[in-house]
């Protein structure tokens, strides 16, 4: 897809995510479809770092020949210590060939092979300076390599992730607060 195109893709996403109106699961579930559908690749995943950072969780993945949605799956870093490595150490990660990419390979044994993936694209995703989690493109199939709109593309998208898990983080806080106030007026309407 062309540079202009994912920046018009990011553009929409941008004005079409409602964060209040819609749960985050929803989306989560939005944005994996729409960046797999806008890059035209195989899949698209959200990731969390689990606490201690020793495992990743799969919080949204997008299949875009089967159209499904799915979550749970995780990886854990004693499996893959040269990429959780990376990880930690800052930015994005573009692997044209996942299967050699010194990032990827350790890959190459299992996930890549048991979901034909090529190509891997990640862009981290910080909250409040500190690495939460990965946003993933892979490419199913045929290697392509990654442009740089393309790694543009997937960090912008990794943003707007961080915007959502801000929001929700922020809506649970709303509602903790409003439940501890109602709590006391009413323990204090009852004395």
């Given at each position: 897809m062309s540079g202009r195109a994912l920046q018009e893709g990011i553009a929409s996403l941008s004005r079409g995510i409602c964060f209040r109106e819609a749960s985050l699961d929803m989306v989560l579930s939005i944005l994996t479809e729409s960046a797999a559908k806008m890059a035209g690749v195989g899949r698209a995943s959200i990731w969390a770092l689990t606490e201690g950072q020793s495992e990743l969780r799969c919080l949204s993945l997008y299949e875009t020949a089967s159209g499904r949605h799915v979550k749970g799956d995780s990886v854990r870093a004693e499996d893959y210590p040269v990429y959780f490595e990376a990880l930690r150490n800052g930015g994005g990660l573009?692997?044209?060939?996942?299967?050699?990419?010194?990032?990827?390979?350790?890959?190459?044994?299992?996930?890549?092979?048991?979901?034909?993936?090529?190509?891997?694209?990640?862009?981290?995703?910080?909250?409040?300076?500190?690495?939460?989690?990965?946003?993933?493109?892979?490419?199913?199939?045929?290697?392509?390599?990654?442009?740089?709109?393309?790694?543009?593309?997937?960090?912008?998208?990794?943003?707007?992730?961080?915007?959502?898990?801000?929001?929700?983080?922020?809506?649970?806080?709303?509602?903790?607060?409003?439940?501890?106030?109602?709590?006391?007026?009413?323990?204090?309407?009852?004395?």
């Amino acid at each position: 897809m062309s540079g202009r195109a994912l920046q018009e893709g990011i553009a929409s996403l941008s004005r079409g995510i409602c964060f209040r109106e819609a749960s985050l699961d929803m989306v989560l579930s939005i944005l994996t479809e729409s960046a797999a559908k806008m890059a035209g690749v195989g899949r698209a995943s959200i990731w969390a770092l689990t606490e201690g950072q020793s495992e990743l969780r799969c919080l949204s993945l997008y299949e875009t020949a089967s159209g499904r949605h799915v979550k749970g799956d995780s990886v854990r870093a004693e499996d893959y210590p040269v990429y959780f490595e990376a990880l930690r150490n800052g930015g994005g990660l573009a692997a044209d060939d996942a299967l050699l990419h010194p990032l990827t390979a350790e890959f190459a044994a299992d996930y890549l092979p048991r979901h034909n993936v090529t190509a891997v694209l990640d862009a981290p995703i910080h909250i409040r300076g500190a690495l939460q989690g990965v946003f993933c493109l892979e490419q199913v199939g045929a290697r392509r390599p990654w442009t740089i709109s393309c790694q543009l593309f997937a960090q912008a998208v990794a943003n707007l992730v961080t915007l959502a898990l801000v929001e929700y983080e922020a809506e649970e806080a709303r509602r903790q607060a409003q439940a501890a106030s109602e709590q006391l007026r009413a323990a204090a309407g009852a004395a």
